[in-house]
């Protein structure tokens, strides 16, 4: 028996979140007897699908008469307009109905798109995320985030959409490629700075000397930051107060992530960097923060040097723009000490400025 985490959210029935090994029949047993219906959509991505869909779509056979499989091309670019309503085309013109379960396997670009045609189409359906890669394990599937691109932005359409449960199996793990293990990394090292330490001296063992241990190893360190984004998500549902947390070194990544034109940064390496940034401001203001923590773990990165050339200025000029800042006042996440989060508005262009400069100290 697997243990179980529970999202109680306050607009929807609660759902669980499950981490295991190999469990694709636990999930098509929970699918056979939660639905009863004949038809069920499966959505999946590319790479995933070269590898495990065989297995998924005879399994389902087994259980559903009809298997509506749609592959999604692997990448950002699948989080797009033109995606949405292919999938549209092919689920709707296989005649659905609004209880046809979707079921999304893949990482955080399958589970976006997916989540957002299962929030739209016949004004919802029911959603199944498998995710598959270890940052959509940890973050992106939980929470109810569905969305897609605009020519204008990113994530930019969407809606919040919870699941019906989300299915955490380690194997799809034993395929990512090394740079989407560390993608995943940075939000676990995130949930370590804001919640709970003991992740830092797990995940060291976990990634000792560069050596990824056996995906089935890392099942109580997925649930255990799954457990740390459900119990921050159910507390603020739709994204207010405390969810903010969950931004901690994000400010100053999505700077990065957009200098580098999406492509220069991984999500995970920009985070990464932005942690630095955000120990180094909340030493600043009066925190004693050591950066064992976050050196320990800079092996396993390969940051792209170029981004660090940009003025300072034009770095926080960039942060004063981003989507969510209000009249150019940046809010950051900080840290009191380690678990210990609060955010605070800042007013201090210095601060953000010597900030950067630390970081390009750092990796420029
Ligand atoms: P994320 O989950 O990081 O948001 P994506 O959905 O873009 O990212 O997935 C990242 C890449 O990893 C894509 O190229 C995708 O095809 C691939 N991928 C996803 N899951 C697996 C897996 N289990 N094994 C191998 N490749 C995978
Ligand atoms: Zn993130």
């Not at 598959?132 to 973050?139: E, G, R």
């Not at 490629?177 to 063992?205: A, M, Q, R, T, Y």
């Not at 700077?255 to 991984?266: A, P």
Request: charged share 25%.
């Amino acid at each position: 028996m697997f243990s179980q985490l529970t999202l109680k959210t306050s607009y929807s029935d609660e759902y669980f979140i499950k981490v295991g090994y190999d469990i694709r029949n636990e999930v098509i047993g929970f699918l056979a007897q939660g639905f009863s219906t004949s038809k069920i959509i499966m959505v999946i991505d590319g790479n995933v699908d070269n590898t495990f869909g065989e297995d998924w779509f005879n399994d389902l056979k087994k259980s559903f008469k009809h298997v509506v499989k749609c592959v999604v091309p692997s990448g950002e670019k699948s989080k797009s307009l033109s995606s949405y309503n292919q999938l549209l085309d092919n689920i709707l013109s296989s005649g659905i109905e609004r209880k046809t379960p979707l079921l999304a396997i893949g990482g955080g670009v399958t589970g976006d798109l997916a989540g957002y045609v299962a929030a739209s189409v016949l004004r919802g359906i029911p959603l199944i995320h498998v995710p598959t890669t270890l940052l959509a394990m940890v973050d992106s599937s939980i929470g109810g985030k569905t969305g897609i691109n605009h020519s204008t932005g990113k994530n930019l359409i969407g809606a919040f959409y919870q699941p019906k449960a989300v299915f955490s199996d380690l194997k799809f793990l034993e395929t990512l490629p090394e740079k989407e293990w560390v993608n995943g990394i940075s939000e676990i090292l995130k949930c370590g700075f804001i919640n709970d330490p003991s992740i830092f001296e797990e995940l060291k063992e976990l990634t000792r000397e560069g050596d990824f241990s056996p995906a089935k190893e890392w099942k109580h360190l997925v649930e255990k930051s799954a457990a740390i984004k459900v119990h921050i998500v159910a507390r603020d549902v739709k994204e207010s107060g405390i969810r903010e947390f969950l931004n901690f070194g994000h400010t100053f990544a999505h700077v990065l992530e957009r200098i580098g034109e999406y492509t220069d940064y991984s999500h995970g390496e920009a985070v990464y960097v932005g942690m630095w940034a955000a120990v180094f401001a909340s030493n600043k203001l009066g925190a004693d923060i050591g950066i064992a923590n976050l050196k320990d773990f800079k092996s396993l990165y390969d940051v792209y040097k170029d981004g660090f050339q940009t003025n300072t200025d034009e770095l926080v000029s960039l942060m004063q723009k981003d989507k969510k800042v209000q009249n150019e006042k940046v809010r950051l996440v900080l840290l009191k000490s380690l678990g210990q989060p609060y955010t605070r508005t800042i007013s201090d262009k210095q601060l953000l400025n010597s900030s950067w400069d630390y970081v390009k100290e750092i990796f420029g």
